[in-house]
C-alpha cells in the first residue's frame, strides 16, 4: 500500500521567515496531495490541496509543489506568524480498484513560530 | 467546520468495556472515515464507508467494529479486544463531485481508559 513519509517531525522558526515541509510518497498512482493544519486539541482543517496534473500551486502566503517524478511534494509558507504554529500533515490518495480515495498521511511536523 | 459532529468529546473505558463513539454529519456526503490519532503517529485509518451498508477495513482496524445503517451516521464500537484504545478519535467525511478526495474532519474524541 501507499507509504508517505514527511520530514522534519519538527520545525521552529522566527516570525517573518519562511518554513518548508516535505513529504515523500510510494504509490505512483495517487493523484491528490492535502496538507492539513491541525491546532492544539483541534480537528485537521484542509489548507492546500493539489493535483497530479499540475506542478505548483499558491494560496496566500503558503503554496504546495509537487514532483511527480521524484515522488516528493512540499508546503512552504511564507512569512510566517505565530498563528501558523501547529501541527501539519500531508496526505497522499490512494487508487484500488473501484477509486476508494483512501488518504495515508504522514506522521506529522509540528511548527513552531516564534516572536 | 460544521455539519459533522462526533461525541462524545470525552470518554473513559473499563477493562472489558466495549464503548461506542458518535459520528454525525449533515453535509449529504456519501464516504465516511474513522482514523486513530496517537501522538508522533499521524492519522490512520480504522475503517471507512463509501456507501450505506457498506463498509471496509483500514490500516488497524483490529479491536474495533462499525455499521452504516444511515448516510448521516457511522459510529464506531471500541471491543474489549483493542488492548490499548487510549487515543484520539476522528471521524470524517468526504465529498463527492469535482471535489471528491476532500475530507472534513469532526472535534474528536477522546478516549482514555480507567
Known amino acids: 500500500g501507499e507509504n508517505v513519509e514527511q520530514h522534519p517531525s519538527t520545525l521552529s522558526v522566527q516570525e517573518g521567515d519562511s518554513a518548508v515541509i516535505k513529504c515523500t510518497y510510494s504509490?505512483?498512482?495517487?493523484?491528490?496531495f492535502p496538507w492539513y493544519k491541525q491546532e492544539l486539541g483541534k480537528r485537521p482543517q484542509l489548507i492546500i490541496d493539489?493535483?497530479?496534473?499540475?506542478g505548483e500551486k499558491k494560496d496566500q502566503r503558503i503554496a504546495v509543489t509537487l514532483n511527480k517524478t521524484a515522488k516528493h511534494f512540499s508546503l512552504h509558507i511564507t512569512e510566517t506568524q505565530p498563528e501558523d504554529s501547529a501541527v501539519y500533515f500531508c496526505?497522499?490518495?490512494?487508487?484500488?480498484?473501484?477509486?476508494?480515495?483512501?488518504?495515508?498521511f504522514g506522521k506529522g511536523t509540528l511548527l513552531t513560530v516564534n516572536p | 467546520d460544521g455539519g459533522i459532529t462526533q461525541s462524545p468529546k470525552y470518554l473513559f473505558r473499563k477493562e472489558g468495556q466495549n464503548v461506542t463513539l458518535s459520528c454525525e454529519q449533515n453535509?449529504?456526503?456519501?464516504?465516511m472515515y474513522w482514523y486513530r490519532q496517537d501522538p508522533g503517529q499521524g492519522l490512520r485509518l480504522i475503517y471507512y464507508?463509501?456507501?450505506?451498508?457498506?463498509?471496509q477495513k483500514g490500516d488497524i482496524a483490529e479491536g474495533y467494529s462499525v455499521s452504516r445503517e444511515k448516510k448521516e451516521s457511522f459510529p464506531l464500537t471500541v471491543t474489549s479486544a483493542q488492548k490499548n484504545p487510549t487515543a484520539f478519535y476522528l471521524c470524517?467525511?468526504?465529498?463527492?463531485?469535482?471535489?471528491?478526495?476532500?475530507?472534513?474532519f469532526g472535534a474528536g474524541t477522546r478516549l482514555s481508559v480507567l
Open positions: 470524517a467525511s468526504r465529498t463527492g463531485g469535482i471535489a471528491k478526495n476532500i475530507q472534513y
Open positions: 504509490d505512483s498512482a495517487s493523484n491528490y
Open positions: 493539489i493535483r497530479s496534473n499540475v
Open positions: 496526505a497522499a490518495s490512494m487508487h484500488s480498484g473501484g477509486s476508494n480515495y483512501k488518504l495515508t
Open positions: 453535509l449529504n456526503h456519501d464516504a
Open positions: 464507508s463509501q456507501i450505506v451498508n457498506d463498509f
